[in-house]
């Protein structure tokens, strides 16, 4: 069974602090995709960065970077000078080769001022 | 492009009723997909369908229909509503090789 687990169910940090949310996967599959996504009050999903499995170097995009560790199953999302605006549901998901997306149950980051 | 759009965004249902959740998409991509939310679920998989005419079943596909007859549309059929599918509902498609997923807005759809 492919499953993802996100154990933080709630967080906080400081505007402009770096804060990191943890999510892990398991999967018997060698080749997947790994996603995070941030749903906003406005309820719209947004994709926030994507990871190949297949690639050791660790995505990043702007302020967010990940730390991809395929022999943990680890997929951990970092967002540095956080915004007020990054204040959301973030979610953790991958991507099997039979084409299914299995999501985690979210973690919810608030950016205090 | 106006991505991804589903109608519509708010749904009270009978129990028993049925209903089709409409939900297109104008990038041509060949992956759409349903998916469920309910609070402290995240989002699961309901079906998906990687081109026209193609369908798979997902994590939760029970009660619920789909088909895909061109690359743009793919509805949702409730065929007997049940309080139980009260949830938000989203849309997403995607393109290769990831088909990593542009959501639409999403369905409150509450089943009394």
């Known amino acids: 069974a492919q499953t993802v687990t996100q154990s933080q169910p709630e967080m906080s940090v400081q505007e402009a602090e770096t804060v990191t949310l943890s999510c892990t996967y398991d999967?018997?599959?060698?080749?997947?995709?790994l996603f995070w996504y941030k749903q906003p009050p406005s309820r719209q999903m947004i994709l926030v960065i994507r990871q190949e499995a297949y690639k050791q170097q660790n995505a990043t995009e702007n302020r967010f970077s990940v730390n991809f560790q395929k022999a943990a199953k680890s997929f951990s999302l970092k967002i540095s000078d956080s915004q007020l605006g990054d204040t959301a549901m973030y979610f953790c998901a991958f991507m099997t080769t039979g084409n299914q997306f299995y999501f985690g149950t979210g973690t919810s980051l608030t950016v205090i001022p | 492009n106006a991505g991804v759009t589903q109608t519509p965004k708010f749904q009270v249902l009978k129990t028993g009723q049925s209903m089709t959740l409409q939900c297109a998409q104008d990038?041509?991509?060949?992956?759409m997909s349903w998916y469920r939310q309910d609070p402290g679920m995240g989002l699961r998989l309901i079906h998906y369908?990687?081109?026209?005419?193609?369908?798979d079943q997902g994590e939760v596909p029970n009660g619920y229909n789909v088909s895909r007859s061109t690359t743009e549309d793919f509805p949702l059929r409730l065929l007997s509503a049940a309080p139980s599918q009260t949830s938000v509902y989203f849309c997403?498609?995607?393109?290769?090789?990831?088909?990593?997923?542009?959501f639409g807005p999403g369905t409150r759809l509450t089943v009394t």
């Open positions: 997403a498609s995607g393109t290769g090789p990831s088909y990593e997923q542009y």
């Open positions: 369908s990687v081109g026209a005419g193609i369908t």
């Open positions: 999967t018997s599959e060698n080749n997947y995709y």
């Open positions: 990038m041509n991509h060949e992956y």
